[in-house]
């Protein structure tokens, strides 16, 4: 089985950086993309940013410049770090695994994290 845990959310002011860190455990020899969406009441989730294993990463639109996603293969971690935040950036933050390959054989599709809440003020 394997467990993604997040951490680093809070309440920030306008303008401000916050740092969100998921860890991913389970004996897991590697994973194929990692990455963070997003939910705000009354609406879907969105992705934000997401890293493929071989660092190629993909941004929403309205964090492009501002946020920017890492990963650290040997700690099967990523980070988002987010900069010049907005109120509108206020929402729950998901970590998201895809493509988890375990010592146990086990395959792991389309895992996730139980969400770290967010909060800009203005």
């Known amino acids: 089985q394997v467990q993604l845990v997040e951490s680093g959310g809070g309440l920030v002011q306008a303008g401000g950086s916050l740092r969100l860190s998921c860890a991913a455990s389970g004996s897991i020899i590697s994973i194929n993309t990692m990455g963070w969406y997003r939910r705000t009441p009354g609406k879907q989730r969105e992705l934000v940013a997401r890293v493929s294993s071989g660092d190629r990463t993909t941004y929403a639109d309205s964090v492009k410049g501002r946020f920017t996603i890492s990963r650290d293969n040997r700690k099967n971690t990523v980070y988002l770090q987010m900069n010049s935040l907005k109120p509108e950036d206020t929402a729950v933050y998901y970590c998201?695994?895809?493509?988890?390959?375990?010592?146990?054989?086990?395959?792991?599709?389309?895992?996730w994290g139980q969400g770290t809440q967010v909060t800009v003020s203005s």
């Open positions: 998201n695994a895809d493509g988890l390959r375990a010592y146990s054989g086990s395959y792991y599709y389309d895992q």
